[in-house]
T-cell receptor
């Protein structure tokens, strides 16, 4: 089983749509969870951390379900500028190195 | 504020040639440092990480090596490049328990 699994997409959505990405992870001892955004041929950039209680940052909402080892990212009112690859990221046991999923590609069209 | 510098941005090297990529961090002390590689169409692969000067952990055995001669300097090297070494090399730093901040990356093409 892969450590961090994501649907590679692409997800094609119109502007203004709501889109959700899911991610599953295999290490039940993981303590830290993040979503990163990577634009084409650029470095990944931290989008948001994911907390057990869930967290929201503007149009973005992240949820964590430890029992199911599942993380989600919801984007509301999609913008053209949201087009990118979204990487699900999970720590190893405790606070060790991070493992990156292969990413889900989002394409927002006019 | 903390910044991370990585160079060069692009590199084309012949098979069998040596490699040296450098990464430096400013504005923080004793950062955790990482080298990742992203091959075309693939995910990020952790190559090396370091929690202090001279301390290097290797995640994937291969013809690459890493060194940390100073607190905020991390170097990725190879004595002889292979075609399979082509990819997007990313340096990153973190504090304890935090997400990583990446440098802008080096796109390496081995020909």
């Amino acid at each position: 089983r892969k450590e961090v699994e994501q649907d590679p997409g692409p997800f094609n959505v119109p502007e203004g749509a709501t889109v959700a990405f899911n991610c599953t992870y295999s290490n039940s001892a993981s303590q830290s969870f993040f979503w990163y955004r990577q634009d084409c041929r650029k470095e990944p950039k931290l989008l948001m951390s994911v907390y057990s209680s869930g967290n929201e940052d503007g149009r973005f909402t992240a949820q964590l379900n430890r029992a199911s080892q599942y993380i989600s990212l919801l984007i509301r009112d999609s913008k053209l500028s949201d087009s990118a690859t979204y990487l699900c990221v999970v720590s190893g046991g405790g606070y060790s190195t991070l493992t990156f999923g292969k990413g889900t590609m989002l394409l927002v069209s006019p | 504020s903390q910044t991370i510098h990585q160079w060069p941005a692009t590199l084309v090297q012949p098979v069998g040639s040596p490699l040296s990529l450098e990464c430096t961090v400013e504005g923080t002390s004793n950062p955790n440092l990482y080298w990742y590689r992203q091959a075309a169409g693939r995910g990020l692969q952790l190559l090396f990480y370091s929690v202090g000067i001279g301390q290097i952990s290797s995640e994937v055995p291969q013809n690459l090596s890493a060194s940390r001669p100073q607190d905020r300097q991390f170097i990725l090297s190879s004595k002889k490049l292979l075609l399979s070494d082509s990819g997007f090399y990313l340096c990153a730093w973190s504090g304890s328990g935090e997400g990583y901040t990446f440098g802008s990356g080096t796109r390496l093409t081995v020909v």
